[in-house]
């Protein structure tokens, strides 16, 4: 007998809101037997019909919802059809070289990730019901795409949650792992085997290209740079001279290849330092830059972690507008959903009056739309993105 899990009384809105996980401690009970990747029914505690999914003991998120009617199949099939129409929206919108082409619940495919990076795909599966069917997402992707080849990075922590191992590698042809796409007009090397994510940050794409008119015939000090993303743009833009500050000395080579193949090598020169280091050193040597971009990694990767990460967001911030000068630019970021935009803007006031400085919001921006957020699922909307005046 097919496995049914009931809720408690009162914990159906969420989930029929269209938020898609049903958590461990939101069950009465469950009727039937079955193994853990199974696909479940879930009722309300009246016995309403709420939707299927994938179910999973080891895991807080007991199930996650992707069917809201008992009638689909989940065989090849449904995975094409999936697939297809969460890619068909992004052509429509214009992505072509590089998107994401499936964001996991918001494409109501719940755990699993499919980046586009020219004619390579590189994909995470997050949980132990899609890693059952993960031969099945294969070929659908081979028929919806037709790609030269797909990588998988699933060598993400969360993994283990389910009772997954880590894991990246090929899944279908033959190709190199480090991929030419094209950004915005620039050329620059996604490595899926080695690069942040998939293989490179497709959520501040948008968010790359706006910090442009925020940097023609400016000094811009690009921190947390990774491969380089905004400053080819702020390159592209006409800025004067860029500082790509990094910790990471393989990314920092990757900026140079980047650089030297859009012509920007003598515009864009790379520091190797850890960033809070290094602020404060410029802040010593009285350094001042004309804008200032801060995208850091995740500060707060769980709910335990805000309270250090408040502080060290703000520690940033505040030497990030120490450094611009008078009514230069601050362009900042939190790609933490734990830290919430209220939080982060809380932070940000708070920045300001610690580093004495009176600030204008020019932009308040979030993640690409191939990263489509659903309205019932905050932890679906999580990059803060904010280009401030320094006055």
Same mark, same amino acid.
């Given at each position: 007998?097919?496995?049914?899990?009931?809720?408690?009384?009162?914990?159906?809105?969420?989930?029929?809101?269209?938020?898609?996980?049903?958590?461990?401690?939101?069950?009465?009970?469950?009727?039937?037997?079955?193994?853990?990747?199974?696909?479940?029914?879930?009722?309300?505690?009246?016995?309403?019909?709420?939707?299927?999914?994938?179910?999973?003991?080891?895991?807080?998120?007991?199930?996650?919802?992707?069917?809201?009617?008992?009638?689909?199949?989940?065989?090849?099939?449904?995975?094409?059809?999936?697939?297809?129409?969460?890619?068909?929206?992004?052509?429509?919108?214009?992505?072509?070289?590089?998107?994401?082409?499936?964001?996991?619940?918001?494409?109501?495919?719940?755990?699993?990730?499919?980046?586009?990076?020219?004619?390579?795909?590189?994909?995470?599966?997050?949980?132990?019901?899609?890693?059952?069917?993960?031969?099945?997402?294969?070929?659908?992707?081979?028929?919806?795409?037709?790609?030269?080849?797909?990588?998988?990075?699933?060598?993400?922590?969360?993994?283990?949650?389910?009772?997954?191992?880590?894991?990246?590698? %090929?899944?279908?042809?033959?190709?190199?792992?480090? !991929?030419?796409?094209?950004?915005? &007009?620039? @050329?620059? =090397?996604?490595? +899926?085997?080695?690069?942040?994510?998939?293989?490179?940050?497709?959520?501040?794409?948008?968010?790359?290209?706006?910090?442009?008119?925020?940097?023609?015939?400016?000094?811009?000090?690009?921190?947390?740079?990774?491969?380089?993303?905004?400053?080819?743009?702020?390159?592209?833009?006409?800025?004067?001279?860029?500082?790509?500050?990094?910790?990471?000395?393989?990314?920092?080579?990757?900026?140079?290849?980047?650089?030297?193949?859009?012509?920007?090598?003598?515009?864009?020169?790379?520091?190797?330092?850890?960033?809070?280091?290094?602020?404060?050193?410029?802040?010593?040597?009285?350094?001042?830059?004309?804008?200032?971009?801060?995208?850091? %990694?995740?500060?707060?990767?769980?709910?335990?972690? !805000?309270?250090?990460?408040?502080? &060290?967001? @703000?520690? =940033?911030?505040? +030497?990030?507008?120490?450094?611009?000068?008078?009514?230069?630019?601050?362009?900042?970021?939190?790609?933490?959903?734990?830290?919430?935009?209220?939080?982060?803007?809380?932070?940000?006031?708070?920045?300001?009056?610690?580093?004495?400085?009176?600030?204008?919001?020019?932009?308040?921006?979030?993640?690409?739309?191939?990263?489509?957020?659903?309205?019932?699922?905050?932890?679906?909307?999580?990059?803060?993105?904010?280009?401030?005046?320094?006055?």
């Amino acid at each position: 007998m097919a496995q049914s899990v009931f809720l408690k009384k009162h914990e159906e809105r969420r989930i029929a809101d269209g938020h898609a996980w049903v958590y461990a401690n939101e069950v009465d009970h469950i009727d039937g037997s079955g193994k853990n990747g199974d696909l479940v029914t879930v009722y309300d505690a009246a016995g309403r019909f709420l939707g299927r999914g994938f179910i999973n003991h080891l895991s807080k998120i007991l199930v996650r919802i992707f069917l809201r009617n008992d009638s689909e199949t989940v065989d090849r099939d449904f995975f094409v059809r999936r697939i297809r129409d969460a890619y068909a929206v992004r052509e429509k919108l214009g992505f072509a070289d590089c998107c994401r082409a499936v964001f996991a619940e918001s494409d109501d495919l719940p755990a699993l990730i499919v980046d586009k990076y020219h004619d390579v795909l590189s994909i995470q599966v997050l949980s132990l019901g899609m890693e059952l069917h993960k031969a099945e997402i294969v070929d659908a992707l081979v028929e919806v795409f037709r790609p030269r080849g797909i990588y998988e990075r699933s060598d993400v922590e969360v993994r283990k949650k389910e009772g997954l191992p880590l894991v990246k590698g %090929p899944l279908y042809g033959t190709f190199s792992p480090r !991929v030419t796409i094209e950004e915005n &007009g620039l @050329k620059l =090397i996604a490595d +899926l085997e080695n690069g942040q994510k998939t293989g490179y940050f497709l959520d501040q794409k948008e968010n790359r290209f706006a910090i442009r008119r925020y940097c023609r015939d400016a000094e811009v000090l690009d921190c947390f740079c990774n491969v380089g993303g905004f400053s080819l743009n702020a390159a592209a833009a006409g800025a004067k001279r860029v500082i790509a500050l990094d910790i990471s000395e393989k990314a920092l080579s990757d900026v140079r290849e980047n650089a030297e193949q859009n012509g920007f090598s003598d515009r864009i020169t790379t520091e190797c330092a850890d960033v809070f280091e290094a602020l404060r050193r410029y802040k010593n040597e009285g350094r001042r830059f004309d804008t200032v971009i801060l995208d850091p %990694p995740a500060f707060a990767k769980t709910a335990n972690d !805000v309270k250090n990460a408040y502080r &060290g967001y @703000k520690d =940033i911030n505040i +030497l990030g507008m120490k450094l611009v000068r008078r009514g230069g630019f601050l362009v900042t970021a939190s790609c933490s959903h734990y830290m919430s935009a209220t939080l982060f803007e809380r932070m940000l006031k708070e920045a300001a009056h610690e580093s004495g400085r009176r600030i204008r919001i020019f932009e308040a921006r979030t993640q690409s739309p191939d990263h489509p957020a659903l309205l019932a699922a905050e932890e679906t909307t999580y990059l803060k993105f904010y280009i401030l005046q320094v006055l």
